[in-house]
């Protein structure tokens, strides 16, 4: 069994934006991003990941991986 890693950090530290004005500019509480980033949402609104794309002026897939377990990032 897999699972799906979320990269939104790499991404907002390549940007170098915020938690805070990330949520702001997508319109999410900072708590509500916050376990968006972490990984310990079991979903996302394509609408918010058009919403994250279009901020951070990347793709899903660079925001999503599937990872078999065991796994090597």
């Known amino acids: 069994m897999g699972q799906i890693i979320v990269n939104l950090d790499v991404e907002m530290a390549k940007?170098?934006?915020s938690l805070g004005e990330l949520a702001e500019r997508v319109g999410l509480t900072q708590a509500n991003l916050s376990i968006l980033k972490t990984g310990?949402?079991?979903a996302v609104r394509f609408s918010t990941l058009e919403a994250i794309c279009r901020e951070l002026g990347?793709?899903?897939g660079d925001?999503?991986?599937y990872r078999e377990e065991g796994q090597q990032p």
Request: charged letters at 40%.
């Open 40 to 42: 310990k949402a079991r």
């Open 58 to 60: 990347c793709q899903p």
């Open 15 to 17: 940007r170098k934006i």
């Open 63 to 65: 925001l999503l991986e």
